[in-house]
């Protein structure tokens, strides 16, 4: 994949696709109608086994807040709850970041830096049953060690990555899990080493959609690295049918080679991301 100089000497990758060139196209041409939009886990912060251990790249943050002001705005689009991924990112009280909007619980939640505040509708009952249930479930099944949960208060999610045969475990687990989901009326996110259960109705592509046409935006670019980011990519795929140039990034994973393959830019990880993002802003100058 090639990539050219801007101005400051920050490289821009040039993407595989015809589509994904007309995307970036766009955003150059007229960037302060462009909807920059990210994952967390994976693509502004490396993956680690302790998800409560996660922190954005050091870099990402500054480069958010370089490129935020040369762009209609500047999205977190996350299965997170809001207020974590605002405190893992370090996105509070950040110089340029005022208007930044995290989407979390993949859009059932947002956090608006303006108000600093989180708006969220109620908890589906179907979360409560599944948080007494999970933990005999897991006990008939034979979940081995390594295997644990996470409640994110609105989904609870099963993590395998320290498990000794982490997909093996994965597995083992997605039927027993998806029968539990069903009959609570939840569905079951499949991503990188964990299963999460949660509300029906809402996803990442959802999430972008309603955000993009809320600005009315006249491009986006999208940048994920997981199983749970295929929706926001399909939204972009349907922006584009409509008219609105679009960039999908993959921030770049062995694990997930669907992602991959449907990208116009892969890059290599979150310092891949964080060098894209400067590249941007560096390219789109003062």
Known sequence: MGSHETETGKTLPTPATSAGRA??????????KAVIA??????????????????AHPDAVPALAALA???AAVAVITGRPADVAVRHGGFTGVDGLEHLVVLGHYGAERWDAVSGEVSAPAPHPGVAAVRE????????VGAGPGTWTEDKG?????????????????????????DLATRHGLIVEPGRMVLELRPPGMDKGVALLEYVRELGAESVLYAGD???????????????????????????????????????????GPEGVVGLLTGLGARLGG
């Open 154 to 178: 609105h989904a609870i999610a099963v993590h395998t990555r320290r498990a000794t045969d982490p997909q093996a475990a994965f597995e083992a687990l997605r039927e027993p899990l998806s």
């Open 133 to 140: 249930e999970l933990p005999g479930l897991l006990d008939r």
């Open 226 to 268: 997981d199983l749970g980011d295929l929706p926001a990519y399909a939204a972009v795929d349907t922006l584009r049918s409509d008219g609105t140039p679009g960039l999908l990034v993959c921030s770049g994973s062995d694990e997930v080679t669907e992602l991959r393959q449907r990208a116009d830019v892969v890059v290599d």
């Open 23 to 32: 995307g970036l196209d766009a955003i150059l041409a007229r960037p302060g």
């Open 38 to 55: 990210l994952d967390f886990d994976g693509t502004l912060a490396p993956i680690v086994p302790d998800p409560e251990q996660a922190r």
């Open 69 to 71: 002001s040369k762009v």
